[in-house]
């Protein structure tokens, strides 16, 4: 594994709006994973190993100095006082934490009179746990059906272990919300998500501010065809044009999303179930 580690400077700051994790997608401390999920449209553009910036001091003074100017109205869905930055949309942070100073970046937040970190993950990792970041660091825990996610997150943590790690993570003093993300249509997924959704209510008992994001199925052509040469399992789930149509990204890569006629009725059918299940949990946006 620690061939596929490489230590680089990051030389671009670019700071680009988001409005949906967060209101910015801070520069990455991080590019590649791990993991290796079937819909993950990272691994199309780095199928292995991860980059590794070395100069982490750099990013965060282009984050502070981002901050300083940053004009967003507040109260917003991302935050209800603080300026949120996704500090790991190109990697899994709390998987590759022993290769980042990533006590020195959540020290960073949590001192941050104006910014808050956010990340999503698919690892529990019990080392975070020993820093108190005072809310000013959220994780996302990225969950699905243990049926689907067995097949597409391989090596991932088991979905009731990301479920658990809800409150224990509160209660060390982290943000925690949940990323629904992608969610998968198949001929009994109500089914599937109403088994997750009741565990989701027996097993968070502090159910105050965990809030969540929803986010439908998108798949990449590129790494359709990726996952079918090297035989990467569950593109019946992930591929099925009956029910999707064409969607070129802002990339210029050609995806397939669900039809908006269906989809449109999928997402009443998921907020109606989440709804008589986990109201308590408010959903930040949904697509």
């Known amino acids: 594994m620690e061939s596929l580690i490489q230590f680089l400077p990051r030389k671009s700051m670019l700071i680009r709006d988001n409005g949906r994790s967060a ?40 984050i502070n100095n981002h901050s300083m100017f940053a004009t967003v109205d507040k109260p917003n869905q ?18 590759h934490t022993k290769y980042y100073e990533w006590e020195s970046i ?8 104006k910014a808050m970190a956010t990340f999503a993950t698919k690892y529990v990792n019990p080392k975070l746990l020993s820093f108190n970041p005072e809310r000013k ?19 991932t943590s088991k979905i009731i272990d990301r479920i658990k790690a809800i ?14 993300s992608p969610v998968i249509v198949t001929d ?32 990449n052509k590129n790494k359709h065809d990726y996952n079918i040469a090297n035989n ?11 029910i999707q149509e064409d969607k070129v990204s802002q990339c210029g890569g050609l995806n397939l999303r669900y039809k908006v006629r269906y989809k449109t009725k999928w997402i009443n059918q998921f907020k109606e179930l989440h709804n008589e299940l986990i109201s308590w949990n408010t959903i930040r946006y949904i697509f």
């Open 232 to 242: 990467i399992p569950g593109e019946d789930l992930l591929w099925n044009p009956d």
């Open 137 to 155: 660091v959220r994780i996302r825990f990225s969950l699905m059906p243990q049926k689907y996610s067995t097949i597409l997150e391989p090596n």
């Open 78 to 95: 991302t935050h209800e006082k603080y300026i949120t930055y996704d500090i790991a949309y190109n990697d899994d942070l709390s998987l």
């Open 188 to 219: 009994n997924w109500l089914d599937e998500y109403r088994i997750l959704f009741k565990n989701i209510n027996k097993l968070v008992t502090d159910k105050d501010d965990v809030h969540s994001e929803v986010i439908f199925l998108t798949h």
């Open 23 to 62: 209101d910015y997608m801070a520069p990455a401390f991080g590019y590649g994973c791990m993991y290796n999920c079937s819909y993950c449209t990272l691994k199309r553009h780095k199928p292995t190993g991860v980059l590794v910036a070395t100069n982490t001091f750099d990013i965060l003074t282009a």
């Open 106 to 113: 959540f020290t960073f937040f949590k001192n941050h009179d």
């Open 167 to 180: 409150d224990m993570f509160k209660k060390a003093g982290y943000d925690v919300h949940i990323n629904f």
